[in-house]
C-alpha cells in the first residue's frame, strides 16, 4: 500500500464520503487510493471552486469540506477559497500535490513554496514528512480546522509520500492519533463575571460573529438571547453595520451602553471600534489572541474592555446556565433593536418596474421569496454586488449562505452545489450578478453531470453595477470607465451546458420561471433583465435607495 492509501483510508475514518477536486498528475495517486477508500471525488472545473465547495460543506456539515488540487497552479488557483473560508471561519481541509522533497531547490516540475503560501490564508499549513505521516497529518488538519474559531488548514503533498510504501496500512490506521479536544473555558468566577456585567447594563447588545452563525452555536446563542432577554445580532457581512440586512442596526448599536462580542471581532464591519458609543462597556470573549489584541489596539487598554480567551462555542452553554438568575422582562430596549434591525423603508413597495421595462432588483427579492416560502426547508445564497445586497435585504430562509465578510464575489454556483449535495431535499436559490455569474458559470456543467440541482437568478444589468455606481457617485456620469458588460444570454450559456435556462424580461414571468426552473431537476439558471439599482441604504426617516460608502 501506498502513502496515498492511508490518506485515503484516514479520511475515510473521519467520516469523509467525499472530496471536491481538480486533477493533476500529483495528486493521481490519491484518486486511486479513493477507489478503496470507498471516497467519491467531485471533479469541478477550476481550483477555487473545489474550496468553494468544501466551505459550504464546512458551513452546513459543521465538519471539514475537503478539497485535493494538484501543485503549483492547481494549488496557486485554490488559494482564493482559502481566503474566504478563513474569513468565513469555515472548516477546511486543503490537500495539494507537491514536487518530491528529494527534488527541492533543484527545479523540480511544479516546485513552489506551497504551505508558506497557504501560511497567510490558512489557520495551519505545513508540508507532508513521509507517507507514514500522512495519517496523523489528516486527523490534525481536522482537529486544528475544527478547534477555536473553525477555519481552513493546508498540507501539501510530496509525491514521494504519497507513494511512499507504506507496509501495514491497518497497523499505521491504528497509530493515527487525534488531538484531545481543546476548547477553552471560563471559569465559574469568570461567567458570573459576564453576568454581571450584562445585567448592570440598560442597553447591552450581543453580537455573534461568523462562527457563531451556523447550525448548533446559532441554536445555542439564540438561546442565551432569550434567556437574557437581550438583543442578539449576527454580523457576517463585508458591510457590517451598514449590511441592508441588519435594517438601521447601526442607529441602535450606537445607543448600546455594554456590547459582548461571541466570536465577533471588532473589526472594520465595526468601522474599527468607531461605531460603538465611546463610554459603553465592551467585554469579548474570543478563543484568538490576535483577535484580543487587535481589540485592545482599536479600543485602547481602557476600564471599559474586558476580555476573556476562551471559546465562544463552548462558553455560550455555561453561561446561559449562570444568565437564568437575570430577571427577564420584554423591555424596550429589546423591542427597540428588533424594530430597528427589521426595519425596511416603505418606499421599497413602490419599487415596481413599467411593464416592457428591466426590473427592479427589489422586485426580483419579493418573487423569489415567495418561491422560497413553497418549501419546508431551504437554503439561500447570495453573491456579488449591487444586487447580491438588494437579495440579503430582502430574501430569509431557513439557512442562508453569503460570502462573508471576505466579501469575495463569485463564490455562488460551487456554494449551491455543495449546498445539494449537503441537504438533498432542500429548495436552494442562488442569486448573483451577471458579472459574478462569469467567475464559475462552467461549474454548472459540473452540476450536470454530477445531477445537482439549485435555481440561480442572474440579475443582468449588463454591468459591474457595484463598481458602476462608484464610478457614477464618486468620480460623476461622465467618467464612468470599463464597468459595463454585454447583455449577454446566460440563460443560454446553461442550456448549452445541458442546464435548463430561463430569460425573464418582464416581472409577471418571474414565478412562472422559477416553478419551471425548479421542477426541471437540472441546475438552472434565470436570466432576469434588472435595473441598474444602486444597492439599498437603511436609513429610518430617509425614504430612498442609494449607495452606502463601503468595500468593494
Ligand atoms: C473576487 C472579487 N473580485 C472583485 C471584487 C470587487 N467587486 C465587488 S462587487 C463587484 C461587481 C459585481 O458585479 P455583478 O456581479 O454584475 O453585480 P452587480 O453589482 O451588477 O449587481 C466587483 C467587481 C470582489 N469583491 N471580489
Redesign the pocket.
Known amino acids: 500500500m501506498r502513502g496515498a492509501d492511508l490518506l485515503a483510508q484516514t479520511l475515510a475514518n473521519l467520516g469523509v464520503d467525499r472530496i471536491f477536486s481538480l486533477s493533476g498528475n500529483q495528486i493521481m495517486p490519491v484518486y486511486d487510493a479513493c477507489i478503496d477508500a470507498g471516497i467519491k471525488l467531485v471533479h469541478v472545473r477550476q481550483e477555487a471552486a473545489a474550496v468553494h465547495m468544501a466551505d459550504a460543506w464546512g458551513r452546513l456539515t459543521g465538519q471539514p469540506g475537503v478539497a485535493l488540487v494538484t501543485a503549483g497552479p492547481g494549488f496557486a488557483n485554490s488559494l ?1 477559497g482559502l481566503y474566504v473560508a478563513r474569513v468565513s471561519e469555515s472548516p477546511v481541509v486543503l490537500l495539494s500535490g507537491h514536487a518530491p522533497l528529494p527534488q527541492l531547490g533543484r527545479g523540480a516540475f511544479q516546485e513552489m513554496e506551497q504551505a508558506e503560501m497557504a501560511s497567510y490564508v490558512s489557520k495551519a499549513s505545513w508540508t507532508a514528512k513521509n507517507a507514514l505521516s500522512l495519517g496523523d497529518d489528516v486527523a490534525n488538519a481536522f482537529d486544528i480546522a475544527l478547534s477555536g474559531r473553525p477555519g481552513p488548514v493546508h498540507i501539501a503533498l510530496p509525491a514521494d509520500a504519497i507513494n511512499g510504501e507504506v507496509d501495514d496500512l491497518e497497523g499505521a490506521l491504528l497509530q493515527v492519533r487525534r488531538r484531545p479536544p481543546s476548547a477553552v473555558e471560563l471559569a465559574d468566577g469568570d461567567l458570573q463575571k459576564v453576568v454581571h456585567l450584562l445585567s448592570s447594563a440598560d442597553r447591552p447588545l450581543i453580537l455573534a460573529g461568523s462562527m457563531m452563525l451556523r447550525g448548533d452555536p446559532a441554536d445555542a446563542i439564540r438561546n442565551f438571547g432569550i434567556t437574557t432577554g437581550i438583543p442578539v445580532v449576527c454580523m457576517e457581512s463585508p458591510r457590517g453595520i451598514n449590511d441592508p440586512a441588519l435594517g438601521a442596526f447601526a442607529e441602535v448599536l450606537a445607543s448600546a451602553d455594554l456590547i459582548l462580542l461571541m466570536g465577533k471581532k471588532l473589526d472594520f464591519t465595526l468601522q474599527l471600534g468607531e461605531a460603538i458609543d465611546p463610554d459603553a462597556s465592551i467585554v469579548q470573549i474570543d478563543p484568538d489572541e490576535d483577535v484580543l489584541k487587535s481589540t485592545v489596539r482599536n479600543v485602547g487598554d481602557s476600564a471599559r474592555l474586558t476580555t476573556f480567551k476562551a471559546d465562544p462555542l463552548s462558553v455560550v452553554g455555561p453561561l446561559t446556565d449562570v444568565a437564568t438568575e437575570i430577571e427577564v422582562s420584554e423591555t424596550e430596549w429589546l423591542v427597540e433593536v428588533s424594530s430597528a434591525v427589521s426595519y425596511q423603508p416603505d418606499s421599497w413597495l413602490n419599487m415596481r418596474a413599467i411593464p416592457g421595462e428591466p426590473l427592479c ?1 427589489y422586485e426580483v427579492t419579493q418573487a423569489v421569496q415567495e418561491y422560497l416560502n413553497g418549501a419546508d426547508e431551504s437554503i439561500f445564497i447570495s ?6 445586497q438588494w437579495a440579503q435585504a430582502c430574501i430569509t430562509s431557513s439557512t442562508r449562505i453569503i460570502n462573508g465578510p471576505a ?4 463564490t455562488a454556483i460551487p456554494f449551491a452545489m455543495a449546498a445539494r449535495l449537503a441537504r438533498p431535499n432542500a429548495r436552494i436559490v442562488t442569486m ?6 462569469g ?1 464559475h458559470a462552467m461549474e454548472l456543467d459540473t452540476a450536470v453531470r454530477y445531477g445537482l440541482d439549485f435555481v440561480a437568478v442572474v ?1 443582468n ?1 449588463s ?7 462608484i464610478q457614477l457617485r464618486e468620480y460623476g456620469e461622465d467618467r464612468t470607465i470599463e464597468t459595463e ?1 454585454l447583455s449577454s444570454r446566460y440563460d443560454q450559456v446553461a442550456v448549452a451546458l445541458g442546464a435548463h435556462g430561463e430569460y425573464v424580461t418582464n416581472a409577471d414571468d418571474l414565478p412562472q420561471a422559477l416553478d419551471r426552473a425548479g421542477s426541471s431537476g437540472l441546475p438552472a439558471c434565470i436570466n432576469v433583465v434588472i435595473n ?1 439599482d444602486a444597492a439599498p441604504v437603511v436609513r429610518r426617516g430617509v425614504e430612498s435607495s442609494g449607495t452606502s460608502a463601503t468595500l ?1
Open positions: 482564493t432588483s453573491d456579488g454586488g449591487e444586487f447580491g466579501g469575495s464575489i463569485g448573483l450578478g451577471d458579472g459574478t455569474f467567475f440579475g444589468d454591468a459591474w453595477n457595484a463598481e458602476y455606481q458588460l441598474r468593494h
